[in-house]
């Protein structure tokens, strides 16, 4: 049987519960969109669109307002443009309104960050706010393949910083630890990088928007992590395609106050079996 082409994603779901890996990868039944996942692409189009802003008309004194206006605009924005989906959601207009003004403080956090990242080039590398913007400007959204190990992943951010790579993801999440899950994620888009330009980045990290960027050094035994699980799940699910090799892993995270695995009506994971 063929390799599956994996992605952080699907690594990630088969590692949690691979009954759930098969439900969304091998039988793609649909999945249920949340607004979480909604919320989580209004804010990467805002920050993937902040960087084409005009700013010739910057000066020092001013640019940090301007940062915060044009954030905030391109938020309004694209906030708009997910109407359809925001409403498909049903939530009520108390729970929208929170939420929108949950993202907006988000994103005015990543604006107050950016702004002394400005100031910090500005003066470090005495140029101009016009030179400092297109310096911080990224690489953004860039599809990584590799046909060698049958993965690839869509990366946020990449910066060059004096001659080094760091690679960047943005989240939405309440928890500001680098889990397993994470750890891997960014473990497979060092790994992406390294097989496609014959170069380890120097760091990963991850802009948790209610809070900081957290950076990870990358070595030899975070992309050894990344050959691993890739190894290991290509094996299993190049080997078997019944619903039997997929186990259920019943956990807290298929059902939970608030919400349920999308699965869970199809999978019945606590109904007892006769
Ligand atoms: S409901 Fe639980 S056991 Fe079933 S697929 Fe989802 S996570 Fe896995």
């Excluded at 700013?55 to 301007?66: A, E, G, Y």
């Excluded at 959601?89 to 939420?99: A, I, M």
């Excluded at 949950?102 to 990543?110: A, G, K, V």
């Amino acid at each position: 049987m063929a390799k599956r082409v994996e992605s952080p994603s699907s690594i990630n779901t088969f590692k949690q519960c691979p009954r759930k890996y098969f439900y969304q990868y091998i039988l793609k039944l649909p999945t249920v969109p949340n607004i979480h996942q909604v919320r989580g692409n209004i804010v990467h189009s805002t920050l993937e669109t902040f960087y084409d802003i005009d700013v010739t008309d910057w000066h020092i004194d001013t640019f940090p307002l301007k940062v915060r206006e044009a954030i905030q605009r391109l938020f309004l924005h694209q906030w708009r443009q997910y109407t359809a989906k925001l409403e498909s959601l049903q939530l009520n207009k108390d729970k929208e309104r929170f939420y929108f003004e949950e993202t907006m403080l988000m994103l005015l956090n990543w604006a107050n960050h950016f702004v002394a990242d400005m100031q910090k080039t500005i003066l470090e590398k005495k140029i101009t706010v016009q030179e400092a913007f297109l310096i911080l400007t990224p690489i953004r959204e860039q599809e990584f393949q590799s046909q060698a190990l049958c993965v690839k992943g869509f990366v946020d951010a990449i910066h060059e910083v004096d001659g080094q790579i760091h690679i960047l993801d943005y989240k939405t999440n309440s928890s500001f630890d680098f889990k397993e899950s994470i750890k891997l994620q960014l473990a497979i888009y060092s790994l992406l990088y390294y097989e496609t330009h014959s170069k380890m980045p120097s760091k990963v990290g991850i802009f948790f928007l209610r809070n900081k960027l957290k950076w990870l050094n990358v070595d030899q035994t975070l992309l050894d992590l990344a050959k691993r699980e890739i190894e290991f799940i290509h094996a299993h699910t190049s080997s078997f395609e019944v619903i039997e090799h997929y186990p259920k892993s019943i956990s807290s995270l298929c059902k939970w106050s608030t919400g349920q695995c999308d699965f869970y009506a199809t999978c019945k994971p606590h109904e007892k079996v006769t």
